[in-house]
């Protein structure tokens, strides 16, 4: 491997979102820089922090297709059964749901929980109150999908949050996506909110660090692979 090889890997792709506010905050950092010297360097540590928003790293996803992984970088905020927004049409029952909030620190690339067939994608305008607080998955904006394979459905829902404004989604209804695929981003801090089968046990807790497309959530084998829960046998 040559020297210019070895430099390469060594740097984070950034995702195309990313490229337009790398420009407008480099634009900004000459032309005011071009005026007063010390905001120069302050814009320069600006625009290095906007590339390292948009990264997009490459992720190892579990070859399991019973294996539910984190469609989100960040901390789970919440673990418990809630009933799931009206738009995803899941039912009026709660279901299981871990939420996944991210900080500006984090990277926003969302990915896929699982793969299967896209069969609703839902946005709903609303508020931008602080993403950690529960209100926010029936108050913030948001924009759910509902991924489907055999009898399984999980609903993954992105929630905008205090800083973030902007909800980008790259999939549409009737496509298909495989575990761990990039579905969509949001600026800048924000949510996640996943809804599975009744019955399923979650493999995290509050407070657990999540990495997107290789931490694990759950095992739908735990619920008997179709939401239904196992029956054991004393």
């Not at 969302?110 to 709903?124: E, H, L, Q, S």
């Not at 949050?161 to 924000?190: K, M, P, Q, W």
Request: proline share 6%; with cysteine; charged share 20%.
């Amino acid at each position: 491997m040559s020297l210019v090889d070895s430099v390469t890997k060594a740097f984070v792709p950034i995702h195309r979102e990313g490229w337009p506010f790398i420009a407008i905050a480099l634009a900004a950092t000459v032309v005011v820089g071009w005026f007063v010297d010390p905001l120069f360097w302050i814009g320069l540590i600006l625009t290095g922090w906007v590339c390292y928003f948009f990264r997009d790293p490459a992720r190892v996803t579990p070859v399991d297709d019973d294996l539910v992984v984190s469609p989100a970088d960040g901390v789970v905020s919440q673990v418990g059964p809630v009933r799931p927004p009206e738009e995803l049409e899941l039912g009026s029952e709660p279901m299981m749901r871990i939420s996944i909030f991210m900080n500006v620190f984090n990277c926003h690339v969302n990915r896929a929980p699982i793969g299967g067939k896209i069969t609703r994608v839902a946005y709903r305008a609303g508020k931008f109150l602080n993403a950690e607080l529960d209100k926010a998955s029936d108050d913030n904006e948001r924009n759910g999908l509902v991924i489907e394979r055999g009898d399984t459905r999980i609903g993954v829902v992105q929630i905008a949050g205090l800083v973030a404004r902007r909800i980008v989604c790259f999939v549409r209804e009737g496509e298909n996506i495989s575990g761990g695929e990039r579905f969509g981003l949001i600026r800048f801090g924000s949510r996640l909110d996943v809804y599975f089968p009744d019955g399923t046990v979650p493999r995290v807790a509050i407070g657990q660090t999540m990495v997107a497309g290789e931490t694990v959530l759950a095992n739908l084998a735990d619920a008997g692979g179709k939401g239904q829960p196992l029956t054991r046998v004393s």
